[in-house]
Structures are given as structure tokens and as C-alpha cells.
């Protein structure tokens, strides 16, 4: 089966720096995958798609790569703020499905401290 | 309007009630989605309508009832639910996958917190 992997430990950095969370995939090549945010108690919120054949992709202080040799994409935020502090999710529509469901992974916690 | 808006926010239910959660979106998606959300866990699919169709049911107990009125509209009814049901259940909608386009992103609701007692 399909499995996505995130660092379930909680990251925890100072305000200014540059946070980096890890998701891990097997088993099959997705044809892209989805980063979200999720604050306690509320629904996920779409942050960012990379595709297969894009091997990096930014938005403001956001920047996704996407490594289909390691099956790794890694989410960067620069110059975080204690704003930033959420579960970060990734996803990757399973296979055969016809893109209609997205596997989430299990989310890292990043807490920015001031 | 960007938004999926879920009602009620929160819902404490017996066992023998029959309660509905509700989910609308006007961004003119065909896609709609239901997931369950237990803490500290990802969200998990239960199902989802494509172009008002079911499209898929991940095996979801009969005690779960999907409804879709119209491509704007979305329904779960609950009946006799357990204890081990209560979750945040979460509503999603996409633009729909029209052929040629695999990639869409999913817009969620705030999710109806569902505690069963």
C-alpha cells in the first residue's frame, strides 16, 4: 500500500530561521504531491503542488522540493515567525484512483519559538 | 467565495440519534469530498462524489450515509453511532478531475467536531 512518512517528532526552531520538514514516500511514484497546513482544530489548508517533473517550487517564504531518485520532498520556511507554527502535511493522490484520493501523511508539528 | 462552510461546528450525539452534518461550496467544484480526522492522526477518506455521483466509498460503515443534492451541497447522515466514531469530520471540495488535468488541489471546511456519548 501506499505510505507517506513525516517526522511525527515536533520541530522546533527560533523565530528567524529556516524550518525544513520531511516527507518520505513508497512503494509507487505519485505524479505529484501536495504540501498543507493545519492549525488545531480547523481543516488543512493547501499551501503548495510540486509535479514529478518540477524539482522545486516557492511561494513567498515557502519552497517545496520534490527528489523522485530519493522518493523525498522536503518543505522549506525561511525566516520563520511563531505564526508559522501548525502541523505541516503532505499528500500524494493514491494509485488508481484517478486522482480523486489523496493519502495524507502522518504531519510534523513545527512549533517557532520568539 | 473561496470557502466550504460545515455546519454545526460542534455536535454531541447519542447513540441512538440521527444527526446530519452539512457542507456547501459556491466555487463551482464538482468534487466533493468527506474525510475523518481522529487526533494526532492525518485525515482519512470516507467518500467522495464525483459530478454529484459516488464515486468512491472507502468501506465506510452503513451507520455513515452520503448525500449529495446538488453540485454545491454535500450531507452526511449519522445513525447509531459509536463512541469510537467521535472525530473531527472534515468536508473537501475540488475542482473535479476533467480529462487531461491529474493535478487539483482540495479546499477544506473547518470540520464538525462529532463527539458521541
Known amino acids: 500500500s501506499q505510505k507517506i512518512e513525516q517526522n511525527s517528532e515536533a520541530l522546533n526552531i527560533q523565530e528567524g530561521k529556516t524550518a525544513t520538514l520531511t516527507c518520505n514516500y513508497t512503494?509507487?511514484?505519485?505524479?505529484?504531491l501536495q504540501w498543507y497546513r493545519q492549525d488545531p482544530g480547523r481543516g488543512p489548508v493547501f499551501l503548495l503542488l510540486?509535479?514529478?517533473?518540477?524539482k522545486e517550487k516557492r511561494k513567498e517564504r515557502l519552497k517545496v522540493t520534490f527528489d523522485t531518485t530519493l522518493k523525498q520532498s522536503l518543505f522549506h520556511i525561511t525566516a520563520s515567525q511563531p505564526a508559522d507554527s501548525a502541523t505541516y502535511l503532505c499528500?500524494?493522490?493514491?494509485?488508481?484512483?484517478?486522482?480523486?484520493?489523496?493519502?495524507f501523511g502522518t504531519g510534523t508539528r513545527l512549533l517557532v519559538s520568539p | 467565495d473561496t470557502e466550504v462552510t460545515q455546519t454545526p461546528k460542534h455536535l454531541v450525539m447519542g447513540m441512538t440519534n440521527k444527526k446530519s452534518l452539512k457542507c456547501e461550496q459556491h466555487?463551482?467544484?464538482?468534487?466533493m469530498y468527506w474525510y475523518k480526522q481522529k487526533a494526532k492522526k492525518p485525515p482519512e477518506l470516507m467518500f467522495v462524489?464525483?459530478?454529484?455521483?459516488?464515486?468512491i466509498n472507502e468501506s465506510v460503515p452503513s451507520r455513515f450515509s452520503p448525500e449529495c443534492p446538488n453540485s454545491s451541497l454535500l450531507n452526511l447522515h449519522l445513525h447509531a453511532l459509536q463512541p469510537e466514531d467521535s472525530a473531527l469530520y472534515l468536508c473537501?471540495?475540488?475542482?473535479?478531475?476533467?480529462?487531461?488535468?491529474?493535478?487539483?488541489?482540495?479546499?477544506f471546511g473547518q470540520g464538525t467536531r462529532l463527539t458521541v456519548v
Open positions: 473537501a471540495s475540488s475542482q473535479g478531475i476533467p480529462p487531461g488535468r491529474q493535478d487539483t488541489e482540495a479546499f
Open positions: 512503494n509507487y511514484s505519485p505524479a505529484y
Open positions: 510540486i509535479r514529478e517533473n518540477e
Open positions: 499528500a500524494h493522490p493514491a494509485l488508481n484512483t484517478g486522482f480523486q484520493k489523496l493519502v
Open positions: 466555487m463551482g467544484h464538482r468534487a
Open positions: 462524489y464525483s459530478y454529484e455521483k459516488l464515486s
